[in-house]
Every structure is written in structure tokens, then in C-alpha cells.
């Protein structure tokens, strides 16, 4: 019989935290970082669009949030940048409950609310470019000053212990909502509102909890991101890259579950390299080649590879039984 879900989330868990210790290449311990960063990020945005339905084309403006707030605080402020993970994650959180009550009391869903959230993101790209503290077009760079105190590692295993953890919280998060009344709740609403709403669910207060909770982890991906590469501007920040990247990442693997989105990162990030390697770093490569997966994986394979996982554990379970 497949795995449930917890015993799942766990067993993953414990194959990949060694793995700092087995593997010494910094190649693969950036791949391993990169797709543990982005399996991260699909988590954020699958809490409200796996979960709950709510489609986002805008969580730029969270991640871009949380960057700059740890980055404004560490080089304008001068303050430990271990703060700037309770910032961000405060600030984006803040910043979707802003949206999301803008977008949710007028009853914006589907497309709507899509675009809705990409208006915002192109805002604070906007926003980010005119502001001095930002650093403007130029951006922001971080200085280096290698000490864990500083949240700045000479191994990249620090930074994968790092990112393991945002890792595991993701996945604690996904479980909870898999688990809990709240969970339900939302799935009930993702299926049909109105229905939720007959039935006495609060789909205005469901929906701004989800995209709260869904801004602050993204947030706090941003705040990762900048210490990783120790440099964030309005592009990096509130582009569409991200927010492209975010409802890539979880489709691929498969909505609404939690190993959906870790999946979906791995199989992005070695499809990633191995373009680099037969066409080179070709500008906006990444966005055609998403885009190109994105439009197959939705004709041929909606429920992801989580999905094909799934059927295959399930006809040898048959077989075997």
C-alpha cells in the first residue's frame, strides 16, 4: 500500500539531510540548494493554488518583499541578517493580506485575481526601481563577510542545512492544511466556493489566511535568496521570473500535495542544466523552456509527476498483492 503522507514527507526528509556529508562537489551541492530553493517556493505558492484554487501570477511581489527586506535591513541598517528572516516573512505576510483583502472582498477569482496579483507585482517592480533605499535599478549588494553569525557560509553545506529546514517547514505546513479543519475548509472552497458557502465556510477569511500564510513562506524564500547570492534589483526581485518559477514548479509536480512541489523542482532544475549545456545561456532560455513544459504538462499531464508516481505505486501494489 503507498506510503501516507507524513511517513512520505519524512522518508524524504532523512535521505536528503545527509547528503552535505556524502556529496563534495559544488556543483551538485548548488543543484541540490537550487532545487531544495525552488521546491521551497512552489510549496508557498501551492499553499494557495494547489490548496485553495486561488491561481497567483504575482508572487513576485511576496518574494521581492522579503528580499528586499532583509536586504534593506542588513545594508542600509546595518542590523544581523538572521532578522531578516522574521522581517521578511512579517512584511510579505502583511503585503498578502493586503492583496489578498483587496482581491477576496470584491469576490476576484480565476483569471481575475491572476492578473490582479501580476498588476501588483509589476507595481513594486516599479516602486523598487524609483525608491533609493532599494538601491534603484542598481539594486542592492550585499557585503561579504563570511561568518555564520552573518548567515554567510565558506561550504555550501551551511546554506543547504539552511534550506533544508525552510524545506521542512514547507512540508510541515502542506501536511497541517492536508490534515486539519482548516485544510478542508480551504480544498472545499477550491472545489466550489458558493457550495463552501452554503455550508457555512468563511471563504473571505479561508482564502486571506491562505494567501498570508503563502506570502510569508515566499517571503522568507527571498530573504534565503539574497544571502545565497548576496545581491537582489527589481528585476530579480519583481519579475516575472519568479513568479513564472513559483506556479511552475508545483504544476510539474503536481498540485495540491505536498512532495508536488519538490518533484517538480528537481525535474525543472536538471531539465535547466541541461538545456545550459546544448544551447548555453541563451537570455530568457528559461522562460521559453518553462513555458514549452508548463503547455505540456497541462495537455498531457495535469496531475503531474506526482500523479504518475502515484499510479504507478498503485498498479504495483495491485500487482504484488
Known amino acids: 500500500m503507498p506510503m501516507r503522507s507524513g511517513t512520505a514527507i519524512l522518508a524524504v526528509l532523512a535521505i536528503l539531510l545527509p547528503l552535505p556529508f556524502v556529496v563534495q562537489s559544488d556543483f551538485w551541492m548548488n543543484l541540490a540548494i537550487l532545487s531544495l530553493y525552488y521546491g521551497f517556493l512552489g510549496q508557498a505558492w501551492n499553499l494557495l493554488g494547489g490548496y485553495g484554487g486561488q491561481f497567483s501570477f504575482g508572487h513576485a511581489a511576496f518574494f521581492g518583499t522579503g528580499a528586499y527586506a532583509t536586504a534593506v535591513m542588513q545594508v542600509r541598517l546595518g542590523l544581523n541578517p538572521w532578522l531578516g528572516f522574521v522581517l521578511a516573512a512579517t512584511l510579505a505576510g502583511a503585503v498578502g493580506a493586503l492583496i489578498g483583502g483587496l482581491s477576496f472582498r470584491y469576490r476576484l477569482r480565476g483569471s481575475y485575481f491572476a492578473l490582479v496579483t501580476l498588476a501588483f507585482a509589476e507595481v513594486f517592480r516599479i516602486l523598487a526601481n524609483t525608491f533609493e533605499i532599494t538601491g534603484a535599478g542598481t539594486g542592492l549588494l550585499v557585503p ?14 551551511g546554506f543547504y542545512l539552511v534550506i533544508w529546514a ?44 491562505a494567501i498570508t500564510l503563502s506570502a510569508a513562506l515566499t517571503g522568507l524564500a527571498g530573504a534565503f535568496y539574497v544571502q545565497y547570492f548576496l545581491y537582489i534589483d527589481p528585476t530579480i ?38 538545456a545550459r549545456a546544448a ?16 503547455v505540456a504538462m497541462l495537455m498531457f499531464l495535469p496531475n503531474g509527476l506526482f500523479g504518475i508516481a502515484r499510479s504507478s505505486a498503485l498498479r504495483l501494489f495491485r500487482v504484488t498483492a
Open 237 to 274: 526581485a519583481y519579475g516575472p521570473s519568479v513568479s513564472v518559477t513559483a506556479l511552475l514548479v508545483p504544476i510539474v509536480g503536481g498540485l495540491g500535495n505536498a512532495l508536488g512541489p519538490l518533484l517538480g523542482a528537481v525535474a525543472l532544475q536538471l531539465l535547466d542544466q541541461v
Open 144 to 157: 561579504l563577510k563570511q561568518t555564520p553569525a552573518n548567515f554567510q557560509f565558506a561550504q555550501k553545506s
Open 166 to 209: 525552510l524545506t521542512a517547514c514547507g512540508f510541515a505546513v502542506a501536511w497541517w492544511i492536508e490534515h486539519s479543519r482548516f485544510g478542508a475548509r480551504l480544498v472545499a472552497v477550491r472545489e466550489n466556493e458558493d457550495a463552501a458557502r452554503a455550508l457555512g465556510v468563511d471563504a473571505l477569511r479561508v482564502k486571506l489566511a
Open 279 to 294: 544551447m548555453g545561456d541563451a537570455p530568457g532560455l528559461n522562460l521559453v523552456l518553462y513555458g514549452v513544459v508548463l
